[in-house]
């Protein structure tokens, strides 16, 4: 029997298993799960415009500011600009938990570019009458992107574990994190190249946006989804798609209708029984238990600032003495985190997630306290702000800033998946919200040294709280992690879900 090769994808991670005797040839080649890489990449372009919204503050904050234009904003208005999107992000999470199970992902995806063309769109042609005006526009429109940012989180990410193999899973369910990230790294290029014009900005976005909405008509629907709605043979074709099967192609694979009927069973369970409502679902241990968990990591994420330097790349550069031009270290910062996600995958696949997230808080605890040390002691170390700012980053998104919403996607069983996963997102928001809005008086009130002590207190509270609490879900079924919550440990199954890769005959 030859020996299957091994493939390589942009994630580079090894995608195959041990070969089954169950196989259809004995020249057999494995299959490379390309449709589901691509159709996960298709989804992710959309996100894209969720890191455009979280980076736009830090570089259109000067220009809208600046007080020797007729119209301004005031030093509150432009707190209220930067963090209102935070705000409105929580409502987009209480939306998708209501409609993503009814309408589906795809749907979902369709509905999150439409509103980032409005919300943007209005940005664009914000009139500057007056400060008034102009702050009102302004905010709606920061709102309608911020709905829009809380609802398409989580559809990507479950519709990525839903296509792919356990394997992949946490390689797939990073690609909204590499968009984010992307999108928030060009939104800072474009700031240093368009540092005034902040409608035209608006208009790139758009376009990018009506871009992404025409791509998305090219997704099919995930199969646990069409399961869900009674339509098995859809459902069937879906998976049959999504493991590389040409729809011409009529052969029936062992190994495709084993995982199937695995998927089959786990969206039937309870069917005939009038499904409670989520609240009662709560009472569960599978369900409330990572609801709980997801609540306190998505605290600590916001709390130790991550999302701030974010917002605020620009003007946090300032604050910690940065001797380069500010707007050039958010573009380090941006992309600096786009190559650290782009290589968690294979970290991912090696590690798991505890073990990076552990380092995570290592580092961020480590690269807060030197920035606030070099403020307290009077180190006056002029490359030490820089650095600790690029490190701080790059930690960071190796675990907290990127996992919480990676493992949103897989942590919750398939009864509560919809709207436990949006409640948990719209609680990260909020705290998102909170913490934005109040850096500008805490800046005012602790001083920058004391702030970035803060940061660093919580982010070592964060570490203790990963250390005792955070399950390792790498290499695990969907179903062996509602097992894990439920009775405390993994459960092997009868029936696993396989990494299926189909023989195709080289002859």
């Not at 409105?88 to 409609?99: K, Q, R």
Request: glycine share 8%; hydrophobic share 45%; proline share 5%.
């Amino acid at each position: 029997m030859p020996k299957i090769p091994t493939f390589s994808n942009i994630f580079r991670y090894k995608c195959y298993t041990k070969y089954r005797k169950t196989a259809l040839s004995m020249n057999i080649i494995a299959f490379l799960p390309s449709f589901q890489i691509f159709m996960v990449f298709l989804a992710n372009l959309g996100c894209m415009s969720n890191g455009l919204g979280l980076g736009v503050p830090a570089v259109t904050l000067e220009a809208l500011t600046n007080q020797e234009l007729p119209v301004y904003l005031t030093k509150d208005q432009g707190s209220w600009y930067a963090s209102f999107a935070s705000i409105a992000c929580p409502i987009g999470g209480i939306l998708v938990s209501c409609f993503l199970d009814k309408v589906g992902r795809r749907n979902s995806l369709y509905i999150t570019n439409v509103m980032s063309i409005i919300g943007w769109g209005l940005m664009a042609v914000a009139v500057e009458s007056d400060q008034q005006t102009l702050f009102i526009q302004l905010l709606v429109s920061r709102f309608i992107v911020g709905v829009m940012t809380g609802i398409a989180v989580v559809p990507i990410g479950v519709y990525a574990a839903e296509i792919c193999y356990p394997s992949l899973r946490g390689s797939l369910t990073l690609g909204s994190s590499i968009s984010i990230a992307t999108g928030i790294s060009v939104m800072y290029i474009l700031g240093y190249f368009i540092r005034t014009d902040w409608k035209l900005i608006a208009i790139i976005v758009v376009c990018y946006s009506s871009f992404c909405l025409m791509l998305t008509f090219f997704l099919p629907a995930s199969p646990n989804w069409l399961l869900s709605k009674h339509r098995v043979e859809e459902a069937r074709r879906s998976l049959r798609y999504f493991r590389g099967i040409n729809k011409d192609d009529n052969t029936i694979y062992p190994e495709i209708e084993e995982e199937f009927n695995k998927l089959e069973k786990l969206c039937r369970r309870g069917e005939g029984v009038k499904k409670p409502p989520f609240l009662s679902i709560l009472k569960v241990p599978e369900v409330y238990k990572p609801l709980l968990f997801m609540f306190g990591f998505f605290f600590l994420q916001q709390f130790s600032g991550i999302f701030v330097v974010i917002t605020y790349a620009v003007q946090i550069s300032l604050e910690a003495g940065v001797t380069i031009d500010p707007v050039l270290c958010a573009i380090f910062v941006g992309i600096a985190r786009v190559i650290t996600t782009l290589v968690m995958g294979p970290m991912l696949d090696k590690f798991g997630r505890r073990p990076l997230t552990l380092f995570s808080g290592v580092g961020m605890t480590i690269c807060m306290f030197l920035l606030a040390c070099n403020s307290w002691f009077n180190w006056n170390l002029s490359q030490l702000p820089v650095t600790c700012i690029i490190l701080y980053i790059i930690t960071s998104t190796l675990g907290f800033m990127t996992l919480p919403f990676s493992m949103n996607s897989e942590i919750f069983p398939q009864k509560a998946r919809g709207p436990a996963s949006g409640l948990s997102v719209c609680f990260g928001f909020l705290m998102g919200f909170t913490i934005i809005k109040l850096y500008p008086s805490m800046v005012d009130n602790l001083g920058k040294d004391n702030l970035f002590g803060f940061y660093g207190a919580v982010s070592l509270v964060a570490l203790v709280y990963v250390y005792f609490l955070m399950p390792e879900t790498k290499g695990k079924t969907l179903q062996e992690i509602e097992e894990y919550f439920k009775y405390g440990k993994h459960h092997k199954q009868d029936v696993e879900m396989k990494d299926i890769f189909i023989a195709k005959d080289t002859k």
